[in-house]
């Protein structure tokens, strides 16, 4: 692993100052904790089983979270450019995680592992920094998960898919078809019926209307 480069770390840098603003001395303290990683695609950030001791920045590329029941893959959730991944409960917790999370693009990342969270704790220059900088990792993850479980209580696949297009996602663009469709918890036929609906509306009224 190596160090992140300095035009890398300011990258970080002001993606952090949305919530919590550091000053030159403090983060030079917590910016030499941090590393960079290139994973390639198809290869795992974490793998179910493990413990997470990491928090991850995106820096280029794309990952995928999923869990496997009954021999069944299923997405949870995906993760681009300028945000931030890991599973945080085990993290926390320091309990085996549940879930993989794999580069679906050869990707990269900075990370910043629980033994320097532990550290700059205990380091009095940062250390109120540092518990805002972990407070908001969990909030930002855990508000993602919400918003995923919420929409599968109260939407439909369809619903879900309108408003990934209405906002504009990357995810539409970037990610391959049989994962939106896993995500969405359809197939493939069923998205591709969704798709020419949303589509060609006037097509489906004309029809209903015959």
């Given at each position: 692993?190596?160090?992140?480069?300095q035009?890398?770390l300011?990258?970080?840098r002001?993606?952090?100052?949305q919530?919590v603003v550091?000053?030159?001395e403090q983060?030079?303290?917590?910016?030499?904790?941090?590393?960079?990683?290139k994973?390639k695609?198809?290869d795992?950030?974490?793998e179910?089983g493990?413990v997470?001791?990491?928090?991850a920045f995106?820096?280029r590329?794309?990952?995928?979270?999923?869990?496997v029941?009954?021999?069944?893959?299923?997405?949870?959730?995906?993760?681009?450019?300028?945000?931030m991944?890991?599973?945080?409960?085990?993290f926390?917790?320091?309990?085996p995680?549940?879930?993989?999370?794999?580069?679906i693009?050869n990707?990269?990342?900075i990370?910043?592992n629980?033994?320097?969270?532990?550290?700059?704790?205990?380091?009095?220059?940062?250390?109120?920094?540092?518990?805002?900088?972990?407070?908001?990792?969990?909030?930002?993850l855990?508000c993602?998960?919400?918003?995923?479980?919420?929409?599968f209580?109260?939407?439909?696949?369809?619903?879900?898919?309108l408003n990934?297009?209405?906002?504009?996602?990357?995810i539409?663009?970037?990610?391959?078809?049989?994962?939106?469709?896993?995500?969405?918890?359809?197939?493939?036929?069923s998205?591709s019926?969704?798709?020419?609906?949303?589509?060609?509306?006037h097509?489906?009224?004309?029809?209903?209307?015959?």
């Amino acid at each position: 692993m190596q160090r992140p480069s300095q035009l890398q770390l300011l990258v970080y840098r002001k993606y952090l100052e949305q919530f919590v603003v550091y000053t030159d001395e403090q983060w030079e303290i917590f910016s030499e904790e941090l590393q960079l990683r290139k994973i390639k695609k198809k290869d795992f950030l974490l793998e179910a089983g493990k413990v997470c001791n990491e928090v991850a920045f995106i820096l280029r590329g794309a990952v995928r979270y999923y869990h496997v029941k009954d021999g069944e893959e299923i997405t949870n959730y995906f993760s681009m450019e300028n945000e931030m991944v890991s599973a945080y409960k085990s993290f926390l917790t320091q309990k085996p995680s549940a879930i993989y999370i794999e580069a679906i693009e050869n990707t990269q990342v900075i990370i910043f592992n629980k033994k320097s969270l532990e550290k700059l704790l205990n380091n009095e220059q940062i250390n109120l920094k540092m518990e805002r900088f972990g407070r908001i990792v969990a909030e930002t993850l855990f508000c993602c998960y919400d918003d995923r479980l919420t929409a599968f209580i109260i939407e439909s696949p369809e619903e879900r898919y309108l408003n990934l297009l209405e906002s504009g996602s990357r995810i539409l663009t970037r990610i391959p078809q049989h994962y939106i469709a896993n995500y969405l918890g359809i197939t493939a036929v069923s998205l591709s019926r969704i798709r020419k609906r949303v589509s060609n509306p006037h097509k489906e009224l004309k029809v209903a209307f015959n």
